[in-house]
């Protein structure tokens, strides 16, 4: 089975005036289907960019990334916003959910966008939040909601229109060991029953050590790759 | 492509959240339509209004020629026959009648001396213009017009039978014309007075309205009677020429004009007249709908800068859509959405309101109107006072919410183009 997701041997270099910030300087790897795939580095190692290029929110200088098969340099903005639309889950380190709709619109939005009624959008996006444990608070707004409350609902958005790959940027970031070992466990048995691709950007040891496979990243550069002894088990 | 309905809603909710800041755009608006629609359909009621006094005061497809012209001072020659079957021969000309006017006559009843309320004695043939002012030569019951054998009778207008209200003279009545008449010979004037008893056959209907034509105020004898006055003869003041249609105004007035030496008469044409009225109230109203359209810009250019303001501020809302997959042509239209939203009620409330401003301002110039008519003209004019009611104009209304919402497009599409171009991955940095 091809993978899921191939990146090849990306370069992605930031001007900020006339200093250029070298992001990536050369990454290359894959992910299968199903997999549990954690980038791990420190801060200002091209991760978030990494999450970026990925998740086709920017494009990179050269090289060539491959989500489920297609070259996402060469969609159009519109076949982008489609194949994020469909085909990525984005999870982030804060939330980012729409302050002024309740959980249920934001779960219910990208179902929305997908051109579903709203009675069926209501539905799959009430489906996706009882699976994250949140049935009884579908109609609060994320002020009224914890962190990992809110990352819970972020996650049943990610997942609401059934992607191939969830992207996720340091996901356990704002939210305290207990918590975010919660949401660590929650997005592998998303990963297990749902066998969808999570790719997952931390420097969280816990996530890291659930993971399939661990690759370290530092200074735009793959350093080194582990496969998790876990991952046979 | 999100569905519109969704679009929609969430643009509702948008603006929801937002109250104040959603009404006082939305003020803006509906101040602009308010006045737009206001003046509007108080200009087509006054427009309505004076077409229709005028149209009461003259007959359009009547043609008046007199003699002499504005340049000369209007003080000229009198028609003869001839000229009468002269204008006659003019295509689209139907029927032609001439005047003599007696404008120092006196009229006074002969039981008790008292005089008549009439200003001027016209001598005209009754038939002809009963069919040349149909509308205007109708007799109150119990009258009749002056047939050929009835040489000295006379008809009254409908005030000319009344003294202060109260009717002095009627039917059956004998009544005493009386004039100075001057007779100019090569070498001396000879003038006499005119004095000679008529009956009173009929009184006129009123007219009503103030006008060229209005006859409320004259009395009138047989032509052919006038003409044999000693001293006033066959010399007509006045050529009343009926055209088949008002529209042809133009063509029988130049005829009429190229049949005598250049400006020697002045053809007045009511129907030109009423245009150019209409032109002017038409030229007015577009000018104040001008003026009102400017407070409409005004309002675009307040929800230009509150939509600007609102996409800084939702930046990061804006790049939470496109990484979940909004396209750019969704984000450009949530935003225009919310705009459309904001004219179509900014229309519809100003729309509501314009009217309700157009009554104000109608009952306010009335009052104003009444007020200047306390003091009455000494001569007792028919002038009544303007009563403008506004007029309900559905092209108007459809052209005020177009317009509203043309307005908010417009002025919302830089700041949803802006929203719309906004890259993703500096839009979720932003704090």
Redesign the interface.
Known sequence: MPPVLEVKNVKKTYRMGKVTVPALRGVSFDAEEGEFLTIFGPSGSGKSTLL?LM?G??RPDEGEIFVDGSNILKLS??SL??????R?G?V?QFF???P??TALGNVE??V????V??KEASEKAKEMLRFVGLETRINHKPSELSGGEQQRVAIA??LV?NPKIVLADEPTGNLDTKIGGEIVQLMKELNKEKEQTFVVITHDVTMAENADRIIYLKDGLIEDVKEASRKNE | MMKTRNMVGMAWENLKKRKLRTSLTTLGVIIGITTIIGLASLGEGLRHDVNQRLQQGFELDVLIVIPGSFASGLRGFGFHQGDVANITTIQNVTLVTPMITLPTADVTKVTNNEKLGAFTVGAINFTEMQGMLPQRFRLLSGGHFPNATEKYSMVLGNKAATLSNAVIAGVGDNVTLSMRVTINYPNYTYTYTYQKNYTITGILAEGGTSGLTNFDYWAFIPLQTAEQISGIGENFQIILAKITDPKVYDDVSNAIESKFPQYSITVFVPSSFVRQVDNILNLITIFLLAVASISLLVAGVGIMNIMTVSVMERTREIGILKAIGARSRTVLSMFLTETILIGLMGGIIGILSGYGLSYVLAYGLSGLMQFQQQNPNPQGSETQGITITPIFSPEWTIIALLFAILVCVIFGLYPARKAAKLDPVQALRYE
């Open positions: 970026h998740g929110l920017d903005d519109d916003a489609k194949l994020r639309l469909t990525i984005f982030f980012n959910l729409l002024r709709l939005l990208p929305v966008l997908a051109d009624s709203e958005r990610a229109n």
